[in-house]
């Protein structure tokens, strides 16, 4: 496996100043912001795409530091029911497939995206529950005439680019969890598989050591991101928390570096079961710790990943050679 970080966290500083600051952690490489939500402060794809020799530049960048791109990241909703939000995201997504395929860079991570809840509607729906009867009736309409057809010429774009989209199951998207990344994958096929964030599986109730099981074979792409939940909050209102984040003492659960909120032998055992799913791609930090510094809080995640991704190396013992 490939150590990695993803570069939102150090938007402020310019490329070169980025790169040399993962290089100084000892990391592989980067998984690289190209648009939507991460935003584009390191890599503007329509840019590199359009200037050859910017392009040859920041490969250069890379090279000379031994590093390498493990992922391009584009996360939007493509699915969104205002027509021209929606249009941006895709635009968005095609560009960084652009740059991701000029590159040679497999891996595109993305969120699977949110309709509305019916033709007409204005903001996505994010559907949870069986009853009353019209949220399934709504579901199966956004499956139906939304997610199925957009996602299925998707992957045969991504086919004919040779990439693979990395989902990231994340709340508030129509594929959120194993059952509904599964289902997408059946219906359009292989080049989409999932991008498995333990962080956003924990406040779920989601055990991310049986959801690695659940998807052996269909994992694109791994955030390595810990979280942090409050007893005491949960036993009084729930997961489903709606307080910001920004009041962290009153949260059910608040995003942390790997280690600070579930143990390091726990962590062994999520890369433990990485292999045994046939995992050997990214792992790649993703700094939203509210209670750490950046330095403080990448650099908890960087000394605990590099023992257990040590630890749980590829076997070498006498009697399996």
């Known amino acids: 496996m490939k150590l ?4 939102p966290v150090f938007g402020t500083l310019p ?28 890599a503007v794809p329509e840019r590199l795409l359009a200037d050859p020799a910017g392009l040859e530049t920041f490969r250069k960048e ?21 027509a021209d939000t929606a249009a941006q995201y895709h635009r968005d997504w095609r560009a960084a497939l652009g740059l991701a395929a000029r590159l040679e860079v497999e891996t595109v991570v993305t969120f699977a995206g ?8 204005t903001v996505p729906n994010w559907i949870t529950a069986v009853w009353p009867p019209e949220f399934l009736a709504a579901l199966d309409w956004q499956w139906n005439e939304r997610v199925i057809p957009y996602w299925q010429r998707e992957a045969e774009h991504l086919r004919s680019l040779g990439l693979r989209a990395a989902l990231e199951l994340h709340p508030g998207f129509v594929a959120y969890n194993p059952a509904t990344l599964l289902r997408l994958r059946t219906a359009v096929g292989d080049t989409v598989g999932a991008n ?3 962080s956003h599986l924990y406040w779920q109730g989601i055990d991310p050591l049986v959801a690695i099981r659940e998807l052996k074979g269909a994992i694109h792409h791994f955030h390595a991101k810990d979280n942090q939940l409050h007893p005491q909050n949960i036993q009084r209102n729930g997961v489903l928390d709606l307080t910001p984040y920004e009041n962290t003492v009153d949260r059910s659960w608040t995003f942390r570096s790997v280690g600070s909120g579930h143990s390091e032998l726990h962590w062994s055992q999520i890369m433990s079961e990485l292999r045994l799913a046939g995992y050997d791609g990214a792992v790649s930090i993703e700094h939203e710790d509210a209670l750490m510094s950046v330095q403080e809080g990448l650099q908890r995640a960087v000394d605990t990943l590099k023992r257990v991704v040590l630890r749980e190396g590829p076997a070498e013992a006498w009697w399996l050679k």
């Open 196 to 198: 498995l964030d333990p």
């Open 4 to 7: 990695g970080v993803f570069t």
């Open 15 to 42: 490329l070169n100043a980025m790169l040399d600051r993962v290089q100084e952690m000892g990391l592989d490489g980067i998984e690289l912001a190209a648009g939507g939500w991460p935003g584009t402060a390191h």
């Open 62 to 82: 890379l090279a000379v530091r031994n590093l390498d791109v493990l992922a391009v990241s584009v996360h939007g909703n493509p699915l969104h029911p205002n």
């Open 114 to 121: 949110c309709p509305g809840g019916a033709a007409g509607d």
